[in-house]
């Protein structure tokens, strides 16, 4: 059993909580004057910000944020833990972003929803936000996208509790590597059609569910 499971797109707790607090009046304008901060340059720790309004809810998140997506440190070349080291800082991209996606929400009066994602297949990090120029859009919807994650930081496809089912179907081609990824009862993930097509239930790491 094992293999190295792709993780093409998921949302987890971290960007469902950015979800809900986008129709949440009084939370998002709050987060959203944090983010600005006070005089529209100077600003707080983006992590500091996540912690005081309940988006990062415990000491191992911020702890894992810190390490791994905005260590202070990056440019040292003995830190082994830092995450996409040649495209760091990307604390500025991360917080600009968000900062965008809640100046939108509340243009449209915090009714609109933001619905966010993760896709890490990319070769830069970046965020983008769209929103439907109708009269009435229905949603904003935020994509955030970074390469993978390092297959050395991965945990085992194996380990109990590994994987935590997203409401997201994911078709693509079968991959040859596909064969090695199996879940915990050790049946093979990605079964491919009679064309090779597979179609495969988003898992997100359950070790990666406060993502940043």
Do not use: C
């Not at 040859?176 to 990605?190: Q, S, T």
């Amino acid at each position: 059993m094992g293999g190295w499971v792709k993780d093409i797109i998921r949302k987890g707790d971290f960007l469902g909580e950015l979800d809900e607090m986008s129709t949440d009046r009084r939370r998002g304008e709050a987060f959203l004057a944090a983010l600005k901060g006070e005089d529209g340059r100077t600003y707080q720790d983006y992590v500091d910000i996540l912690e005081q309004h309940r988006v990062v809810k415990t000491a191992s998140h911020a702890r894992h944020l810190r390490q791994h997506w905005f260590p202070q440190n990056w440019q040292d070349p003995n830190n082994t833990d830092v995450w996409w080291r040649e495209y760091q800082p990307i604390e500025p991209i991360i917080h600009r972003g968000y900062l965008q996606a809640f100046e939108k929400a509340k243009e449209f009066h915090w009714r609109v929803p933001i619905d966010a994602y993760w896709m890490a297949i990319g070769i830069k990090v970046l965020i983008s936000v769209a929103w439907n120029p109708e009269r009435h859009p229905r949603q904003i919807t935020l994509i955030r996208i970074t390469p993978p994650v390092p297959k050395e930081q991965a945990t085992p496809a194996e380990t109990p509790g590994y994987f935590i089912e997203e409401p997201i179907e994911i078709i693509r081609r079968w991959e040859e590597d596909d064969a090695e990824v199996k879940d915990e009862n050790g049946n093979v993930i990605a079964v491919p059609d009679e064309n090779g097509i597979v179609v495969v239930r988003a898992r997100l790491r359950a070790a990666y569910n406060n993502n940043a």
